[in-house]
T-cell receptor, first 112, second 111 residues
């Protein structure tokens, strides 16, 4: 089944403790992206990647890192999480630019 | 960067009526405009998209219109059904890689 898989689904952590949210797609998509969703703010793009080893900042990249060492994986790294990074995170992939994005099931992160 | 505004934030319609959601954008370079539907607790899913070289696109009960001059685009849902109840997001992309989303419209279809 074609899908985008994120892990974990839920995560509660403490301020400053490094964490990684994984994202994997099995559709051989070139393009992958991370978003955060907050009430009243919609979806905001954090980082995107057009291919292996090619990443670029989205609208709200501060406090996040990403890597794209393999085509299928695009992990999101929070090196020193803060409470303002408490949010619902979505990974998405698409065949190329300006094409349908397929979203993962979401990761609800709480930083206390 | 691009700024996308979406209205209304909430919309209630009777089953069978039409629903219209409007978005405006600021960057004239934007050329791809997708619409996503997000049911409660679920992931967003694309329902329709339009590119800047097209003024209107239809898919069964759903249509999107684009006015490049005025920098606005709209989602039209006809003959609404209870399963259309969800949050709808518009988005604009100037590069095909960067996406800017509206703040969402919560649509409730009353049976």
């Amino acid at each position: 089944e074609a899908q985008v898989t994120q892990n974990p689904r839920y995560l509660i952590t403490v301020t400053g403790k490094k964490l990684t949210v994984t994202c994997s797609q099995n559709m051989n998509h070139e393009y992958m992206s991370w978003y955060r969703q907050d009430p009243g703010l919609g979806l905001r793009q954090i980082y995107y990647s057009m291919n292996v080893e090619v990443t670029d900042k989205g609208d709200v990249p501060e406090g996040y890192k990403v890597s794209r060492k393999e085509k299928r994986n695009f992990p999101l790294i929070l090196e020193s999480p803060s409470p303002n990074q408490t949010s619902l995170y979505f990974c998405a992939s698409s065949l190329g630019t300006a094409t349908e994005a397929f979203f993962g099931q979401g990761t609800r992160l709480t930083v206390v | 960067g691009e700024n996308v505004e979406q209205h209304p934030s909430t919309l209630s319609v009777q089953e069978g009526d039409s629903a219209v959601i409007k978005c405006t954008y600021s960057d004239s370079a934007s050329n791809y405009f997708p619409w996503y539907k997000q049911e409660l607790g679920k992931r967003p899913q694309l329902i329709i998209d339009i590119r800047s070289n097209v003024g209107e696109k239809k898919d069964q009960r759903i249509a999107v219109t684009l006015n490049k001059t005025a920098k606005h685009f709209s989602l039209h849902i006809t003959e609404t059904q209870p399963e259309d109840s969800a949050v709808y997001f518009c988005a604009a992309s100037p590069t095909g890689n960067q996406f800017y989303f509206g703040t969402g419209t919560s649509l409730t279809v009353i049976p």
